[in-house]
């Protein structure tokens, strides 16, 4: 069905905004990824002060070293008890037992500092604590959920939706004064005080077309690749665009009429967005909620994916021609047998089922998708998606 998708990014190249050389020079860069405010109505914070070192425990064993606060650095090793061991780094004191006597104090440390707070709409790190579950059922290639899926091979690189990157990207260098998307907690929505809708592993997989064989047999992961992801909350609202109250504001329930654009970067919230970089196995895990549609688009989730230290370049959609750190590409979906329960069930996904669009945007089946679905699963109050894709990192 003909639908008014996301227009174009715009050509106008901004100058590039190297806050990682900012960063860098000021010594901040490594604090990145250290966890932040878990105020849902804030940005994350930065990495708080190290908590003091634990004092010794006395006659006894260790005392250990200092705890960490939210967005604390680990505490300072804790000095060695009298007649005992050194601490160790990282949690409260414990008691030394002196022999033949009552156990002597063992040192607490202080509490580290905790992040600082932010703006609307994102909740902070969770410190890189989702695992995977195992990826011997998610297929590599296409993956809808149709009679006969056409099977690619795994040394082509997965397709771009014929969306592409679509006007709603936001890279981390892009301002200045914004707050850092490295973060693996991206949940938080458009309206406070609406229903964040349920919560979402997402774990998404990069293999490497130049290492892996035709066949699926063998698949070499990319590890160290910065993921991007970026998706509307249950509501249907992206965050970053459009102005809260004012003619651009972004209207969901309507069909989308190209407002707010792509040169509409106007408000503050970074919900449901955000960077993880691939681990060994090639995997970068995000916690957010099960996206919500607006009129005009399938329920879809973005993905564009650089090496380590790209650069900025504006409003532009990124390629190798425009930024040589880039390499790939593309939105998902998910089927329609899975999402249209939890849309059906669940609030606030529940009450825009009466909308006329609603039937349309659960059937993942516009012209020139990518074809990509994602293997989710239901546990408990958590949906669990998974999706590989196939990448050339050179």
Same mark, same amino acid.
Request: hydrophobic share 30%; aromatic share 6%; proline share 6%.
């Given at each position: 069905?003909?639908?008014?998708?996301?227009?174009?990014?715009?050509?106008?190249?901004?100058?590039?905004?190297? @806050?990682?050389?900012?960063? /860098?020079?000021?010594?901040?860069?490594?604090?990145?990824?250290?966890?932040?405010?878990?105020?849902?109505?804030?940005?994350?914070?930065?990495?708080?002060?190290?908590?003091? !070192? =634990?004092?010794? =425990?006395?006659?006894?064993?260790?005392?250990?070293?200092?705890?960490?606060?939210?967005?604390?650095?680990?505490?300072?090793?804790?000095?060695?008890?009298?007649?005992?061991?050194?601490?160790?780094?990282?949690?409260?004191?414990?008691?030394?037992?002196?022999?033949?006597? &009552?156990?002597?104090?063992?040192?607490?440390?202080?509490?580290?500092?905790?992040?600082? !707070?932010?703006?609307?709409? =994102?909740?902070?790190?969770?410190?890189?604590?989702?695992?995977?579950?195992?990826?011997?059922?998610?297929?590599?290639?296409?993956?809808?959920?149709?009679?006969?899926? %056409?099977?690619?091979?795994?040394?082509?690189?997965?397709?771009?939706?014929?969306?592409?990157? =679509?006007?709603?990207?936001?890279?981390?260098?892009?301002?200045?004064?914004?707050?850092?998307?490295?973060?693996?907690?991206?949940?938080?929505?458009?309206?406070?005080?609406?229903?964040?809708?349920?919560?979402?592993?997402?774990? $998404?997989?990069?293999?490497? %077309?130049?290492?892996? #064989? !035709? !066949?699926?047999?063998?698949?070499?992961?990319?590890?160290?690749?910065?993921?991007?992801?970026?998706?509307?909350?249950?509501?249907?609202?992206?965050?970053? *665009?459009?102005?809260?109250?004012?003619?651009? /504001?972004?209207?969901?329930?309507?069909?989308?009429?190209?407002?707010?654009?792509?040169?509409?970067?106007?408000?503050? #919230?970074?919900?449901?967005?955000?960077?993880?970089?691939?681990?060994?196995?090639?995997?970068?895990?995000?916690?957010?909620?099960?996206?919500?549609?607006?009129?005009?688009?399938?329920?879809?989730?973005?993905?564009?994916?650089?090496?380590?230290?790209?650069?900025?370049?504006?409003?532009?959609?990124?390629?190798?021609?425009?930024?040589?750190?880039?390499?790939?590409?593309?939105?998902?979906?998910?089927?329609?047998? *899975?999402?249209?329960?939890?849309?059906?069930?669940?609030?606030?996904?529940?009450?825009?089922?009466?909308?006329?669009?609603?039937? #349309?945007?659960?059937?993942? #089946?516009?012209?020139?998708?990518?074809? @990509?679905?994602?293997? &989710?699963?239901?546990?408990?109050? %958590? $949906?669990?998606?998974?999706?590989?894709?196939?990448?050339?990192?050179?």
């Amino acid at each position: 069905m003909s639908r008014n998708r996301e227009s174009k990014v715009g050509t106008t190249t901004a100058k590039a905004v190297s @806050r990682r050389q900012l960063l /860098e020079g000021l010594g901040a860069l490594a604090a990145v990824t250290a966890c932040g405010s878990n105020t849902e109505t804030g940005t994350p914070g930065g990495a708080g002060s190290p908590g003091a !070192a =634990g004092t010794p =425990g006395v006659a006894g064993q260790p005392g250990v070293g200092g705890a960490t606060a939210s967005g604390g650095a680990p505490g300072i090793a804790g000095q060695p008890g009298v007649a005992g061991q050194p601490g160790v780094a990282g949690q409260p004191g414990v008691a030394g037992s002196a022999a033949g006597g &009552a156990p002597g104090a063992g040192g607490a440390g202080t509490a580290g500092n905790a992040g600082s !707070a932010g703006g609307a709409g =994102g909740m902070g790190s969770t410190g890189g604590t989702l695992t995977s579950p195992p990826w011997t059922s998610v297929p590599v290639q296409d993956s809808t959920n149709s009679t006969a899926p %056409k099977a690619l091979a795994c040394n082509v690189v997965t397709k771009t939706d014929g969306a592409g990157q =679509g006007p709603f990207f936001i890279h981390e260098l892009e301002k200045m004064d914004d707050i850092s998307l490295y973060r693996q907690d991206i949940r938080g929505q458009y309206n406070p005080s609406a229903e964040k809708g349920v919560d979402m592993e997402l774990h $998404v997989r990069l293999v490497d %077309k130049t290492k892996s #064989d !035709a !066949a699926c047999m063998m698949l070499v992961p990319v590890p160290d690749i910065e993921v991007y992801i970026w998706h509307t909350d249950a509501q249907g609202y992206y965050s970053g *665009f459009g102005m809260h109250g004012g003619a651009d /504001e972004q209207k969901p329930d309507a069909a989308y009429n190209g407002t707010p654009g792509s040169n509409n970067l106007e408000n503050t #919230d970074r919900f449901c967005r955000g960077i993880q970089v691939t681990n060994a196995d090639g995997v970068a895990s995000f916690l957010s909620y099960f996206p919500g549609w607006y009129n005009g688009r399938d329920l879809h989730i973005h993905i564009v994916c650089f090496k380590k230290g790209s650069a900025s370049k504006g409003r532009v959609n990124y390629s190798k021609s425009n930024e040589k750190a880039w390499i790939f590409t593309t939105q998902f979906y998910f089927d329609p047998s *899975f999402s249209k329960p939890i849309h059906e069930s669940v609030e606030p996904y529940k009450r825009r089922t009466t909308l006329a669009a609603y039937a #349309d945007a659960m059937k993942a #089946d516009e012209t020139g998708n990518s074809g @990509r679905h994602c293997t &989710a699963t239901k546990m408990g109050d %958590k $949906v669990i998606a998974q999706i590989q894709m196939v990448v050339d990192p050179t």
